[in-house]
Nanobody, 124 residues
Framework: QVRLVESGGGSVQAGGSLRLSCVAS??????MAWFRQAPGKEREGVAVLYGHGGSTGYADSVKGRFTISQDKTKNTVYLRVNSLKPQDTAMYYC???????????????????WGQGTQVTVSS
């Protein structure tokens, strides 16, 4: 059974940092991403691990502040979020494609599996 389980969210002040984790089980994914969704807004792809994990891609809004990485030995993908802003407040989701991806795919419709989400709240 395929499962993605996120953790690491929380409430922080602007300028703070968090590390989100996503543990994948049941499949060895080669294309994984982090999305976020704020109330009343569409789900946004913020960071993608693609090319069999060798490459990364980011939304313009988070470039230079967010870093996606993985630990293959733990089947875990991380999202380090630095210099947080109130507009980063959202539910953050881990997603995975059963097939690979050779470019930073940020269309949520292209992902097959989703975690339950972890909330990030940034206060000013």
């Amino acid at each position: 059974q395929v499962r993605l389980v996120e953790s690491g969210g929380g409430s922080v002040q602007a300028g703070g940092s968090l590390r989100l984790s996503c543990v994948a089980s049941g499949y060895n994914f080669k294309c994984m991403a982090w999305f976020r969704q704020a109330p009343g807004k569409e789900r946004e792809g913020v960071a993608v691990l693609y090319g069999h994990g060798g490459s990364t891609g980011y939304a313009d809004s988070v470039k230079g502040r967010f870093t996606i990485s993985q630990d293959k030995t733990k089947n875990t993908v991380y999202l380090r979020v630095n210099s947080l802003k109130p507009q980063d407040t959202a539910m953050y989701y881990c997603a995975a494609r059963a097939g690979g991806c050779w470019y930073p795919e940020r269309d949520p419709g292209r992902y097959d599996y989703w975690g339950q989400g972890t909330q990030v709240t940034v206060s000013s």
